[in-house]
């Protein structure tokens, strides 16, 4: 059975397994607390995915948007069997909660077709149709830069 639940320092090597991520990433992620919030998806208590979470913009970064979801990612082989579905809807719940009458969240049109079209079949709009190049870089807890360049249009979902 399929449970969402809030990520832990424990999660960590379970998460860097659905992706791969040098450094600390993940650690720092579900350890930094407000304003970032890091769900999974357990399957019989194996993690099939995870949803990351921005309900402000911290002081090392200025989306464009806020609240976002950040990083949505599903294990390949779970992909197709209502994973991200959940998770997307769990994030639009924990924003409402929040008290966010919107989440926001930005995806390469090019490259990630599949979860572009996961978007639009779950309510959330196109701001503008022509993508950006959205340079990004922050330096974890142990000192690892990660940094590069997502090519993205960014949509949008009333959640209030």
């Known amino acids: 059975m399929l449970t969402i639940r809030e990520a832990t320092p424990d999660d960590v090597p379970a998460l860097e397994r659905v992706k791969a991520q040098g450094g600390a990433g993940h650690r720092d992620r579900v350890t930094q607390g407000f304003p970032f919030r890091t769900l999974l998806a357990e399957d019989d208590g194996d993690v099939v995915g995870y ?21 949505l990612q599903v294990r390949p082989d779970r992909r197709a069997r209502g994973v991200g579905t959940a998770l997307v809807h769990a994030s639009e719940a924990a924003i409402r909660a929040h ?61 209030g």
Do not use: C
């Not at 402000?56 to 989306?63: C, E, S, V």
């Open 51 to 71: 949803a990351f979470l921005l309900f402000a913009a911290p002081p090392f970064w200025q989306p464009r948007y806020v609240p976002q979801l950040v990083d």
């Open 99 to 159: 008290g966010a009458p919107a989440l926001y969240l930005a995806v390469d049109p090019d490259d990630n077709p599949r979860a572009l079209a996961l978007y639009l079949r779950l309510g959330y709009t196109i701001l503008d149709p022509a993508p950006v190049d959205e340079p990004w870089s922050f330096t974890d807890s142990t000192g690892y830069t990660h940094s590069g360049v997502d090519h993205v249009i960014y949509l949008r979902k009333d959640v």
